[in-house]
């Protein structure tokens, strides 16, 4: 089982807001970077550091940091950002390790 | 820009050897800048870091595969390769090599090989 823990599944209605959440004992000490995973292609980082977007990912998404909670932010979601998210951090040895995925349903 | 791509058999006999090889281009495997990483899914499931590599050659494993798993590089042919002993139903998977990156306050895998499905079967 992962260290990193992601609700299996959220949706949310077009255009509104829906945030994604991944829980790890490790988050308390490291920044999770978030992936988009759409069918039949590779993840793609959304997210990296405490909230970086790479050249091209729109600024509707946002990550942010809590404790042990880091959460994906997406405001304004479109019919385009439904796919599969992961988180990725590192384990209690310092591993890389990522979330079991959340897909998200954009209704 | 990088860009990974996965190379290798698509079928492998239970027992046997996984083999891969990534080639990077748009930039130099040696410029230091990212560990070198190979990423596995499982059909329908999630992802799994195998290990990575260092351009100078050192190694981390996945502790669950690491008496299995040799990750190599070839820094004259700008390529990293995986190889994955005694194989078994269970490692068949989209294998991604990714390029990595990791400091004291976390790390990311950017860019992403296409992927490369590898099925064991007899």
């Known amino acids: 089982s992962s260290e990193l823990t992601q609700d299996p599944a959220v949706s949310v209605a077009l255009g509104q807001t829906v945030r994604i959440t991944c829980q790890g004992d490790?988050?308390?000490?490291?920044?999770a970077s978030w992936y988009q995973q759409k069918p039949g292609q590779a993840p793609v980082l959304v997210i990296y550091g405490k909230n970086n977007r790479p050249s091209g990912i729109p600024d509707r998404f946002s990550g942010s940091s809590s404790g042990n909670t880091a959460s994906l932010t997406i405001t304004g979601a479109q019919a385009e950002d439904e796919a599969d998210y992961y988180c990725n951090s590192r384990d209690s040895s310092g591993n890389p390790v990522f979330g079991g995925g959340t897909k998200l349903t954009v209704l | 820009q990088v860009q990974l791509q996965e190379s290798g058999p698509g079928l492998v006999k239970p027992s046997q050897t996984l083999s891969l090889t990534c080639t990077v281009s748009?930039?130099?495997?040696?410029?230091?800048?990212?560990?070198w990483s190979w990423i596995r899914q499982p059909p329908g499931k999630g992802l799994e870091w195998i290990g990575y590599i260092y351009y100078s050659g050192s190694t981390y494993y996945n502790p669950s595969l690491k008496s299995r798993v040799t990750i190599s590089v070839d820094t004259s042919k700008n390529q990293f390769s995986l190889k994955l002993s005694s194989v078994t139903a269970a490692d068949t998977a989209v294998y991604y090599c990714a390029s990595g990156t990791d400091y004291d306050y976390g790390n990311w895998f950017d860019p992403w090989g296409q992927g490369t499905l590898v099925t064991v079967s007899s």
């Open positions: 748009g930039g130099s495997i040696s410029s230091g800048d990212y560990y």
């Open positions: 490790s988050l308390r000490s490291y920044y």
